[in-house]
């Protein structure tokens, strides 16, 4: 499945993923990304998995990236590990296009999120889920945020959790001792 490329279990999920992965955010398109035909993003992702990379990160706030997943490569699903995000709002954008949308950390947003991500890659299930835009620790108490997603997990719709975080949560996001893996930022 990884066409010889080198691998890691990532964080506490016994999954072996490639040590490089596709972040499609590079597939989003406009008007925060450059614009991807829908032929280009198929090539992209096929490409993706053809040269053996088994991990796929993505997000709601990901422009169009989690449609092509599913319209290309959900007929691939036993040859990737999927990992997308929460707390990013459904529906129409809130702000100007070009800007950053707010996240919300409540049950209902928690679970149409996944909902919504489940129906636009055709899957499902979620390897990984990841709170998105560095929530803290009060934020995801006070919304039992951790409590949701435990939830789908039990439903078999989310397999781990995860949490994309950065100074100054990460020391509190860590010591909750709940996620299974941390995606932080490195090449940034």
């Known amino acids: 499945m990884t066409n010889g490329l080198p691998t890691a279990t990532l964080g506490r999920t016994n999954l072996e993923v490639t040590k490089l992965g596709f972040g499609a955010m590079e597939i989003r398109g406009g008007p925060r990304g450059r614009d991807v035909t829908p ?9 993706v998995l053809d ?4 991990y796929i990160d993505t997000s ?44 919300v950390f409540t049950k209902e947003n928690i679970v149409a999120g996944v909902e919504q991500s489940l129906r636009r890659m055709k899957t499902d ?27 789908l997990q039990q439903q078999g719709k989310v397999r781990h959790l995860g949490m994309s975080g950065t100074l100054p949560n990460l020391p509190g996001q860590i010591d909750m001792g709940v996620f299974d893996v941390m995606q932080i930022p490195y090449s940034a």
């Open 60 to 103: 709601i706030d990901y422009g169009q990236s989690e449609e092509f997943i599913g319209q290309f490569i959900s007929r691939r699903r036993d040859e990737y590990y999927l990992a997308s995000k929460c707390g990013c709002l459904v529906g129409a954008p809130t702000v100007p296009a070009g800007q950053r949308q707010p996240h």
């Open 51 to 54: 040269s053996g990379i088994n």
């Open 39 to 47: 032929a280009q993003a198929e090539t992209i992702l096929n490409s």
């Open 125 to 151: 299930y979620l390897d990984v889920v990841q709170f998105h835009s560095n929530p803290s620790r009060q934020t995801l108490e006070d919304n039992a945020a951790i409590d949701t997603l435990q939830e």
